[in-house]
């Protein structure tokens, strides 16, 4: 959770005043969120091999049988659609199910802190490294609550059946983590929940993530931390239902994090003007206003906006990087000008995606840019104009010159 209100990011500028960079900086500085790592593997005291995993089983996992406890499957999701492509390291969820167990022995009860009832989803899974290198990856997912330190860990060996194991399937099992170059697996990952936990979920708008952190090396130096997008995960037919009729949000925190529920006010995709930095391309590809309602557990968030409501623009921008260097996307110093300087709006960069935090010379990636608005001032608002940059050096020095690029955004009162 912020330590102060998000408003201090979107802070009003006074209309003859130029941003500094250390506005931008103010600007540009993030939460850390507290990242555990996966569960222990707790060994219940006589619990069996899954020798015979791979026999008939009506359930997506057999092993779920070994519990002795009354197993019902309440949700089974057999096309996800849930990717992440790392480097052309590709991780897909092919199907999950979402099995309740009731009165387990209590050789399993450890596993749900204690209690004889309780929930697992157990998700099929396929990682293929189409490289001709070897790449380290830890294979870590999470189904999010609340916000980006509210989840649930995905886990690697509790309650899977040792065949169908990842780990155990990789080629090389010398070395955690390596997948060989060519390499294919497909095995399980599972979810754990209580009751609580399982009520909780369904409370919420609860998202599916698979986690970045691939790298050429074992010691994971300069690995790509960019985890896919915020799936919704579905949990219930009826909530299916409801999930394909929503339209594609832009991957800004506010929706990633689940601070707040977004509902499109306008959208214009497909832009695509482009501006020269230097030798950065810089495309504009579309724009989203939204009507933001932050979630209940996020609400102090937000609480200098006053009661007229929030509108959040994020705005879709590609670099595409042909100077001889790196470019950092994340701390630029970015204003959205509205109405002829009738006010000066800073990006809130604290909702805007960590990852990638550059763009390698030779590469090309996306940027959202996040401004937030009182929804009684936005309605009066008739001119968008964004100054788009300028980058900024280690040093802190500007980069290119200084130079920016200026888009004028769509109008959403047309």
Known sequence: MLAVSILSSALLLAACGNSSNEETSAANETDEAVKTEQTEEVEPAEQEEAEESSQTSEFLNPLLEETEGTIESIYKNESPQYTHSLDGFNISV?????????????????????????????AEVTLENTTD??????????????????????????????????QKLRKNQDEISLYEAGEKVTGLVTFILTEAEFEKMKTVTPKYIIEGGIADNKDYSG???ENSPAYDFVYAGEQASAVADQPSLYQDRLTTDNWADKTILF???????????????????????????????NASMFTDFGDSGIVALTVKMNIDNQSDSAVNISNLGTMLDVDDSRARYLNVAQAEPRDPREIAAGEAGEKYHVFLFRKDEFSIYKKF?????PFYLESGEKAFKGEQAIFELPNPHQ
């Not at 609550?145 to 509790?158: F, G, H, P, R």
């Open 133 to 166: 290198k070897n790449l380290y990856y830890n294979n870590f997912h999470k189904i999010q609550l609340e916000n980006e330190l509210d989840y649930i860990n995905s886990e690697s060996k509790n309650l899977i059946p040792e065949d169908q194991q990842i």
């Open 267 to 297: 959208e214009e995709e497909g832009i695509n003007e482009t501006k020269e930095i230097g030798d950065v391309t810089v495309t504009l590809e579309g724009v989203q206003y939204t009507d933001v309602v932050p979630t209940d557990a």
């Open 223 to 225: 690995s790509n931390l």
């Open 94 to 122: 092919n199907q999950y199910e979402i099995t309740k167990i009731t009165d387990m022995n209590q050789d399993y009860a450890s596993y749900f802190n204690d209690e004889v009832n309780g929930y697992v989803v157990s």
């Open 385 to 389: 104009t964004m100054e788009f940059g």
